[in-house]
C-alpha cells in the first residue's frame, strides 16, 4: 500500500479490477465505482451507498476523484461555449472548451500543460511545455463538462484540440482515449474522438497501428516546406514528404479520412497558388479540409484572411476535389477559440 493518494481516473477498468482483487473485494466492485464516477458523476467515495463503508473509506484513503479545481470559467455571448480554467494538484493551470452543436455537445481537451512545439501563431506555444497530463488528468476534463451537462445532456464528442502536442504525450492520451470509450465508463464512440496532432511522425505511425476508428486530424497550414518551417517549427524534424508518407501508411492501414487543419493567415498562407499547391499535396488521399480563419493572438502581428479571400482559397481546393469546409471561431470573445488557450486566467488582464 503506499502513502500517496493516487487519481482513480487514472486506472483503467481491468487496473481498478486488479487493485480491488489485491484488495480481496469481489470482481464486480470495481464495476460498481465506475458506474458511480463516469454514470452518476459522483465526487465523493462516500456517495457510493451500495459499497460496504470500509471500502469507501478505503478507497477515499488511498485514491482521490478530482485531479483538479475550477479557478476560473467563462460563457460566451451567445451561451454555446463554455471554458473551464483547471488548476491541478501541483498548481499548473490548463483550460478546457465545451462547444454545443445542433446535435454534439463536445468538449475540447488539453493533454498537455503549455507545448513545446512553438507554432508561431498559437498562444500555447508561447509559454513552452510546462508538463504532461496524466491520463486521468485528461479523462477528468471531460467529466467535468459531463457533470455540468447531466442530466438534461451528455457529452457526445471530444476533441484532443486543447494546449499541448497529443503524440508528444501518446501514452496518457492513449489511455486516456480507452477510459471514456470504455462502455462501464463515459462509453464514447470512437469515431467520435478526434485526435490533432501537429504531425509528429512516430505519433501518427503508431496510432495507425491502433487500427482504432478515433478519427485524426493533422495541422498542416502551409503547403511547402520553406513556409511551414517558419509556422510551424517541428516541421524541420519532421517535413512534409516523410509527414505525407506517414499519413498514407496510416489511410492504408486504417481506410479512415484523414482532416487537415489549416489556419489562414492573410497574405502568408492563403494566395491561390497556395490552395493549389496544398490540392496538389493532397490529390488521391480520402481527405477533408477545415479552413480556420486564424484567431487573433495578443502580441502577434498576423491576421486572420479576410472573407473574399477565404471563399476563393476554398473554392480552389473544392474544384480540385478537395471536400473542405470553413470552421468559424468559436469562444472568440472568451478566447476559448483554436491556438487561444494559455492558462492565464489568473492575470487581470483576462
Ligand atoms: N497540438 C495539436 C492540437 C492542439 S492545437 C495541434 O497542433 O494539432 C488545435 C488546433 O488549433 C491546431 O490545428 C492548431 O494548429 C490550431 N491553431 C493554433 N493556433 C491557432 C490560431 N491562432 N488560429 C487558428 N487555429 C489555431
Ligand atoms: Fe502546440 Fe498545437 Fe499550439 Fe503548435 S498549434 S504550439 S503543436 S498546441
Redesign the pocket.
Known sequence: MSGSVELLLDLTLPELEARLREWQQPAYRARQVWDWVYKQGATQFAQMTNLPVALRERLAAEFTLTPFEPVAEHLSTDGQTRKLALRLADGEIIESVWMRYETRESVCVSTQAG?A?G?A????GQGGLRRNLTAGEIVGQVLAFARLLAPQSRVTNVV???????FANYDAVWKAVSILMHPAGLGLGARHIVI???GLIPGIRRFAQERSQVRL???L?APDDALRDQLVPINRAHPIGPLMDAIRYYVNLTGRRVTF?Y?LIAGVNDSPEQAQALAALLRGLPVHVNL?P????AGSPWRPSPRDRVRQFQATLEERGIPCTVRLGRGTDIQA????LRARTLQPDV
Do not use: K
Not at 501563431?121 to 500555447?124: E, I, Y
Open positions: 507545448c512545439m507554432c501563431f498559437c498562444a500555447t484532443f484540440m486543447g494546449m499541448g502536442e497529443p490533432s496532432t501537429v486530424a493533422v495541422s497550414h487543419e489556419a480556420i486564424l484567431n487573433p493572438v477559440a483554436c491556438g487561444q
